[in-house]
């Protein structure tokens, strides 16, 4: 069955199979209804919609929600309702994955964005060069923690960069977001030189493709894989990996954390706050205002437990 057009067909649908085939009930479905519409609404202001969110998408609508001031109950509700629209648009067949299996609901308090202290994140970028059994290998790793955590772009944006994106040792980059969007993103000088140095690990492959009768890759980061890039999932792996091997919990290690660490360490030092929408590519500052909070607890958290009268006095 071919997927319905626009987010009032998909709500609509999953609402009158809601009640034909569970007996929801009809201040139920309404509710559900008013929830889908408030997350389409919200995903039509990223750029995405029912078809094309994904787990971060929705992460980052329950963020929003906290940070707009919902209670629990509202974010569980809300987020109960967007897993059943999901998994039903899974087992309909308009989904080929359910982007909602496995999201924890907010009672779990972790609704706020983790991220990496900068300790951790140049542990995982020294990793990333030794990490991998061929230098190739380890020259592309690099290149992908550099970039990453340089530019902040989200996962699927770093693995389709195409690979003359690179060429010519740019400043800045043009990085082609949500629904096609494109922004300019400045690199840092570790990842232009990180960059450059992959860049001609390329091309010698690239010649050697050619002389085989073979075209040269198109992405800057290519795989055997059916996308001809590395895929998300391979570089999830990848970076719980690296992690690993430079001392820093894979399990607190996700790309995604460490497009928050681009941000958190940006605002930290004095970035303002609308450069950091741009550069994320946030549609809007509701989005990008999540990192004063996750700066608030880490700076609360650094008073709790350094500063010198934190310490329990002793009973007298």
């Not at 648009?89 to 907010?106: K, Q, V």
């Not at 190739?136 to 003359?164: F, I, K």
């Not at 894989?225 to 590395?230: F, N, V």
């Not at 999932?233 to 894979?250: E, M, R």
Request: contains cysteine; charged residues 20%; proline residues 5%.
């Amino acid at each position: 069955m071919a997927a319905p057009q626009g987010h009032e067909g998909w709500i609509s649908a999953f609402l009158d199979a809601a009640r034909a085939e569970r007996g929801a009930a009809t201040n139920t479905a309404l509710a559900y209804g008013r929830d889908l519409l408030d997350f389409a609404a919200w995903a039509a202001r990223q750029g995405c919609d029912f078809a094309s969110a994904d787990r971060e998408d929705i992460h980052s609508y329950l963020i929003f929600c906290e940070a707009a001031g919902l209670g629990q109950s509202t974010r569980a509700r809300r987020l109960s309702a967007i897993k059943q629209m999901f998994r039903f648009a899974f087992e309909e067949g308009w989904r080929s994955e359910n982007p909602a299996l496995r999201i924890m609901g907010p009672g779990a308090r972790q609704s706020l964005p983790k991220t990496l202290s900068e300790t951790d994140v140049n542990s995982i970028l020294s990793a990333s060069a030794k990490y991998g059994r061929a230098a190739a290998d380890r020259l592309r790793n690099l290149c992908l923690v550099e970039l990453l955590y340089a530019t902040g772009m989200r996962v699927s944006e770093l693995v389709t960069l195409p690979a003359h994106t690179l060429r010519g040792d740019p400043a800045m980059i043009l990085v082609r977001g949500k629904g096609g969007k494109e922004r300019m993103v400045p690199l840092s000088p570790p990842a232009r030189a990180a960059a450059q140095v992959w860049l001609a690990q390329w091309d010698k492959a690239a010649d050697a493709a050619r002389a085989k009768g073979k075209p040269a890759p198109r992405f800057l980061f290519p795989s055997s894989a059916a996308e001809g890039h590395i895929t998300r999932q391979y570089f999830y792996t990848l970076i719980k990996a690296i992690a690993a091997h430079g001392g820093v919990d894979p399990a607190l290690v996700t790309p995604h954390t460490l497009r928050h660490a681009f941000a958190t360490h940006l605002l930290a030092h004095g970035a303002d706050l609308r450069v950091i929408q741009t550069l994320l590519g946030h549609a809007g500052l509701a989005t990008t205002e999540i990192y004063t909070h996750v700066l608030d607890q880490t700076l609360k958290d650094l008073v709790l437990n350094h500063h010198p009268l934190a310490a329990a006095k002793p009973k007298v």
